[in-house]
């Protein structure tokens, strides 16, 4: 029962793992390989400078972080086109991006996730970051996508 009652925070955490490690992937051009064994031997479920993390759904961190990679040439101009005019992705704030490319790829990648659950999960990864205004951009661009690749999901009646 506790080890079912912890999965959706496992998930959580594996979000906002994934989120870090897409930004530190960005800042430093620290290579995926890299990057997975970094975060899952110092991070995910470890104390670090005193703070707790979460354990991880291991499995959900390493498909976000492997499928932003392998899909990031979807990803981006789909992006792009959800922000507002003016704003292209590669001008947006590197958090935020990792934000907007991770909830895009779970969108096209993980359809047995509902977007709903998708959207409201990175607006909170959203939120451990960035402030309101950045966060109520991650709910629009996510949702605009979420109408467009699932509109099946938005068109059975739920709001």
Excluded: C
């Amino acid at each position: 029962m506790s080890d079912q009652a912890s999965k959706p925070m496992r998930k959580s955490a594996a979000r906002l793992g994934a989120v870090q490690a897409l930004y530190q992937m960005d800042v430093a051009a620290t290579p995926v390989n890299e990057i997975l064994a970094q975060f899952e031997s110092h991070w995910l479920g470890q104390e670090v400078e005193g703070t707790q993390y979460p354990e991880a759904d291991r499995s959900l961190f390493r498909t976000v972080v492997q499928g932003v990679l392998a899909e990031q040439r979807t990803i981006d101009p789909m992006v792009d086109e959800a922000l507002t005019a003016g704003w292209p992705l590669r001008r947006v704030e590197l958090v935020l991006r990792a934000v907007l490319r991770a909830g895009a790829f779970e969108l096209i990648g993980k359809p047995e996730v509902p977007a709903r659950v998708v959207i409201a999960e990175y607006v909170n990864v959203a939120a451990a970051f960035l402030d309101r205004d950045e966060t109520g951009m991650v709910n629009a661009v996510l949702d605009s996508l979420a109408r467009k690749l699932r509109a099946e999901e938005f068109a059975k009646g739920a709001v």
